[in-house]
């Protein structure tokens, strides 16, 4: 999975820089935090593909950090720590962590195992996504409602998927504009817009609703 985002949250500079390089060279986009705190508020306000996260970290520790994080969100978490005991392991998968390797860690072996989780997440997406008398069929990227299929533009079926995968919440412009990222048309803001406006014409103009200067959310 290229161009996966990943969150490092590490409080020894040493350690956070070696990751941010090996990850970046890996093709990921990399963001970083020293802090707990601060590394949480990332986590729940984007979305990661994975986050690497360090135990013994200033303000909130790991555990807290995954069991805050678990409340809102599945974003796979590998945890980093020097606390070498079955205590502590088990206690960070029973919070919700999806794996564990202690300190002092082989690169080659943490970069595996991101690997690992990154893939799993990509299989991990519901084959089968129902919103009232619409289903997506994420495998076949098809939309039926109420049992016929409905055709769409990729793009259309891209923006509906990505709301519907975060259904009740509101997915900011930015996030959504990122969908298209690989396509090089600068006109994508507005085209956005007519995008949704032509998936309200297919599936229901109350589908999608508009959060002005915010995004869009399907209830
Ligand atoms: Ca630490």
Known sequence: ????????????????????????KEGYN????????????????????AIVLDILLPNI???SFVKRLREEKLTPVLMLTALDSTENKVQGLD??????????????????????????????????????NLTLDTLKRQVAKEGGTISLTNKEYFILEHLAMNQGKVVTRDELLELFIDDNDGTH???????VSNIRKKLGRDLITTHRGAGYCIR
């Not at 072996?109 to 990154?118: D, G, N, P, S």
């Open 95 to 132: 919070l919700g962590a999806d794996d564990y390797l202690t300190k002092p860690f082989d690169l080659n072996e943490l970069k595996a195992r991101l690997r690992v989780l990154l893939r799993q997440k990509s299989q991990n997406k519901a084959a089968r996504i129902v919103i009232g």
């Open 30 to 49: 990399v963001d970083v935090s020293a802090s707990g705190d601060i590394g949480l508020a990332k986590a729940l306000t984007k979305n990661y593909d």
């Open 189 to 195: 803001s507005n085209k956005l817009d007519v995008h």
């Open 61 to 63: 520790d790991g555990f």
């Open 1 to 24: 999975m290229n161009n996966a985002n990943i969150l490092v949250v590490e409080d020894e500079p040493d350690i956070l820089n070696g990751l941010q390089k090996a990850f970046s």
